[in-house]
């Protein structure tokens, strides 16, 4: 159950990545800073988050390590004996790693965005 919460929680970290630096960077280069400007007007919390991006990498990241720890130490764990409850526990298994290998996948995304793609562009 703490494990589900936590790769909850590293997916919702990895999305805010997402929200504050990758998508208005990704707009931008791709022409449409106009919604850029929208959405700042619209949400005006983009940046103070945008502003406080190194502090929201290092949070997700400690999520993450966290998650990817706990997913390590549960993969031998036992499941039930009961088929039915097997059934749910390893559906359960390949739901959890699925989230937390998609929220990897959304961080390296924003850490692209956000540090290394103004570099590599500009």
Known sequence: MFR????????????????CCALPTLFVALGMGATVAGA????PQLVWLSERK????????????IAGWM???ARNEP????????AACG???????GVYLGSL????VGVFFAYLGPMLLF
């Not at 589900?4 to 929200?19: A, D, I, K, Q």
């Not at 190194?54 to 400690?62: P, Q, R, T």
């Not at 499941?79 to 097997?86: I, R, T």
């Open 4 to 19: 589900r919460f936590l790769n909850m929680l590293s997916l919702f970290g990895s999305v805010g990545t997402l929200v």
């Open 40 to 43: 700042v007007s619209t949400f």
């Open 54 to 65: 190194a502090y929201l990498f290092v949070g997700c990241a400690f999520l993450l390590t």
């Open 71 to 73: 997913q390590w130490r």
């Open 79 to 86: 499941c039930p004996l009961d088929p039915k409850l097997a």
């Open 91 to 97: 559906s359960a298994r390949k739901w959890s790693l």
């Open 105 to 108: 996948a959304l961080f390296a």
